[in-house]
């Protein structure tokens, strides 16, 4: 089997151990995220050069709002940041930007950057970037629901009629393929609440990502000179 024929269409990352990267260094919290701009871009030049279709980071979970309030606000500050010095970039590289999750929690601010970015990047046909902001399985399943609950009190589906296509139509994730290939840094082996309706099928089983490393997020090859290719 060739190379190419080996590459995924969608890779999907959970981004786990900015936090952790930065107290073994000494350094606060959102230093680690911070350093972990540069994964990103690593991670995507090897999706971009390597034919990847959509690459789904997950960036932001419904969780992580019980995180300390400077932590918080130091990553939606770095958010607002990397898409102003970013999204150029992104456009260079032919890369569409896309968010799955709720937006109505973040403030004005930070959903009108995220419009931006979405705006401006809108006719990318390389990449699909889909960035998991106050995102969880759970969350989308439930607003997926209310979806279909309030088309079936207008008389606009059939109970009887809701199957898994409906619910499907209703993700999120509803205009993108399944993830192919997921990964999570930092050792852990779990999906923490991430993409759960499209992986389950296709799974190693219910809770494990198909990949797993156990360098944190900051720390992963390809964002410190080691190789970043997708085709292994």
Not at 82 to 91: F, G, H, K, Q, R
Not at 167 to 180: G, K
Request: proline residues 5%; contains cysteine; glycine residues 8%.
């Amino acid at each position: 089997m060739s190379d190419q024929n080996r590459i995924p269409q969608h890779v999907a990352i959970i981004m786990d151990g900015n936090g952790r990267w930065a107290e073994l260094r000494g350094k606060e919290r959102y230093e680690g995220h911070a350093a972990g701009i540069e994964p990103v871009r690593a991670s995507l030049r090897a999706a971009v050069r390597n034919g990847v279709k959509y690459l789904t980071l997950y960036a932001f979970s419904t969780e992580n709002w019980g995180r300390p309030q400077k932590e918080v606000d130091s990553l939606m500050e770095l958010f607002c940041q990397s898409v102003i010095s970013e999204t150029p970039e992104l456009v260079r590289q032919g890369v569409r930007v896309r968010m799955i999750g709720e937006r109505s929690r973040f403030s004005e601010k930070v959903r009108s950057y995220l419009a931006r970015a979405e705006e401006q990047t809108a006719d990318g046909k390389i990449l699909t970037l889909i960035l998991a902001l106050n995102y969880s399985s759970r969350s989308e399943i439930t607003r997926a629901v209310r979806k279909i609950a309030a088309r079936a009190a207008a008389g606009g589906i059939d109970p009887a009629a809701i199957d898994e296509r409906t619910v499907s139509e209703a993700l999120d994730t509803a205009e993108y393929p399944d993830p192919d290939l997921i990964v999570r840094t930092s050792g852990e082996c779990r999906l923490s609440n991430f993409l759960l309706c499209s992986t389950f099928p296709r799974c190693c089983g219910p809770i494990s990502p198909k990949r797993s490393s156990t360098a944190h997020w900051p720390s992963t090859p390809g964002a410190t000179g080691g190789s970043d290719s997708l085709s292994k």
